[in-house]
């Protein structure tokens, strides 16, 4: 038993690791405040100006974020990730990524752009670390981007999107 918990820990550890390797750098850091300094009135004009047919380079920006935030979302559902490793690595870089661009990716999806279920993994960590900012920090409200706690109490029983 011993050894299963020691496997366990380490095991974590190492991903604790990864992500860190893989987020926490100053290059990242550019990255990230790129994505979040560009500006837009709309989807149409977001379209124009950052769509990847028209500025590919920012589209790898960006989509390099939301596929990582996108896979952690996944693990963090799965009971590989806590939440707290999490918070410690990217701090409210995830949510606040969402809150930017959740309604871009809900409107590609309502277009076609995107499936109905790309990114709600992303969706769903950007809810709950959302939700556990907005009970430790009394000057954060929850945003009104969000679904109801019900539609991701629904997701997290679903586990996999692919599954009704």
């Given at each position: 038993m011993i050894n299963l918990r020691e496997t366990t820990r380490n095991r974590r550890v190492?991903?604790?690791?990864?992500?860190?390797?893989?987020?926490?750098?100053?290059?990242v850091s550019r990255r990230w405040l790129d994505i979040m300094q560009v500006e837009?009135?709309?989807?149409?004009?977001?379209?124009?100006?950052?769509?990847?047919?028209?500025?590919p380079d920012f589209y790898a920006k960006r989509d390099s974020f939301w596929r990582t935030?996108?896979?952690?979302?996944?693990?963090?559902?799965?009971?590989?990730?806590?939440?707290?490793?999490?918070?410690?690595?990217?701090?409210?870089?995830?949510?606040?990524?969402?809150?930017?661009?959740?309604?871009?990716?809900?409107?590609y999806k309502a277009r076609g752009g995107y499936s109905i279920h790309t990114?709600?993994?992303?969706?769903?960590?950007?809810?709950?670390?959302s939700k556990m900012m907005a009970e430790t920090d009394p000057t954060f409200k929850m945003p009104s981007i969000f679904k109801s706690d019900e539609y991701y109490r629904e997701f997290k029983r679903r586990k996999h999107s692919y599954k009704y």
């Open positions: 190492t991903l604790t690791n990864a992500l860190m390797q893989s987020f926490v750098s100053e290059e837009w009135v709309d989807f149409d004009d977001f379209f124009r100006k950052y769509d990847s047919s028209v500025n935030f996108d896979i952690w979302g996944y693990q963090y559902m799965s009971g590989y990730l806590d939440i707290g490793t999490l918070w410690t690595v990217c701090n409210e870089a995830l949510p606040f990524t969402w809150m930017k661009y959740g309604p871009i990716i809900e409107e990114f709600e993994h992303f969706e769903y960590l950007a809810y709950e670390m």
